[in-house]
């Protein structure tokens, strides 16, 4: 049984040869995320070719998103939003959002949006590379935070990216701002993805930690349309045993839901 919740699975180099997308795609990979901070356009066009080849020889659709690096500066530990930005519209997001146009991607994923503006902005480029392509707005910065009821109102999708949140707000708040965000995404009828670290120690061990198990369930009972892999899927050890023990936590925190809105609503 496939669960109501999707996961969303970023496709890179430990995912990348067409038996391992046969697997993913046959378990329960429901979207595939491809992250332009990494990579090349030849890279992400077989990336996307293998996807959809994929999909097509199991009568499956695995939506795409592609993931705009925006301003951003890299280092050692990570990288962060770069400060002073006027525009969260980089040079190296105009062409890669002109590549993913020229691909039929199905979604277009904004980094560092501060504002509605920001994503009204992106829909105005999109217009004039010829294709309004739905945003999903991620909430990453302190100043989102701020203006997160007008980001949701003017986006298609939302997604927590709780990575880059938890360097501008205290790491203890995330949990709560998790929730709050969900809520107010359920109550806007938005979707939203819960993303960043949910798996991470499966980068390097086959089985995720309790606590692990513990926020994908969280995630879905707070009501999270989709909970994301990152670099458990696109550089780890065990991609497709990742995906498998996602699904079931999935799988496991639906049976439990209603108990839990139930009790809620007292």
């Not at 356009?41 to 690096?69: F, N």
């Not at 770069?82 to 020229?102: P, V």
């Not at 294709?131 to 203006?147: D, G, N, Q, T, Y």
């Not at 007008?150 to 709780?162: C, L, P, T, Y």
């Amino acid at each position: 049984m496939a669960s109501l919740a999707q996961i969303v699975v970023t496709i890179g180099p430990a995912t990348k040869e067409v038996d391992m997308i046969k697997k993913l795609v046959a378990h329960q990979m429901d979207v595939a995320r491809l992250n332009f901070s990494w990579g090349t356009h030849a890279e992400h066009a077989e990336y996307i070719k293998l996807i959809r080849t994929c999909a097509q020889e199991v009568g499956k659709r695995i939506p795409i998103i592609q993931d705009l690096s925006g301003p951003r500066l890299q280092g050692a530990d990570g990288h962060e939003f770069k400060k002073g930005t006027e525009s969260i519209i980089s040079e190296k997001d105009l062409l890669d959002l002109k590549f993913g146009i020229e691909q039929n991607v199905d979604y277009v994923a904004m980094s560092f949006v501060g504002k509605a503006s920001d994503v009204l902005g992106l829909r105005n480029t999109m217009q004039k590379f010829g294709k309004i392509i739905p945003v999903i707005s991620k909430i990453e910065r302190k100043v989102a935070l701020e203006h997160v009821d007008e980001i949701i109102e003017v986006s298609d999708a939302i997604m927590i990216a709780r990575g880059d949140l938890g360097n501008e707000v205290p790491i203890e708040e995330i949990p709560f701002i998790e929730k709050d965000i969900i809520t107010k995404c359920k109550i806007a009828k938005k979707p939203v993805i819960v993303a960043t670290q949910m798996m991470l120690s499966m980068v390097e061990h086959s089985t995720p930690t309790r606590a692990e198990i513990t926020d994908v369930a969280y995630a879905i009972i707070s009501g999270a349309d989709a909970v994301m892999l990152s670099e458990e899927s696109a550089q780890g050890k065990y991609p497709l045993e990742t995906v498998e023990i996602m699904e079931r936590a999935i799988l496991e925190a639906e049976k439990h839901k209603k108990a839990f809105e139930i009790v809620n609503s007292l």
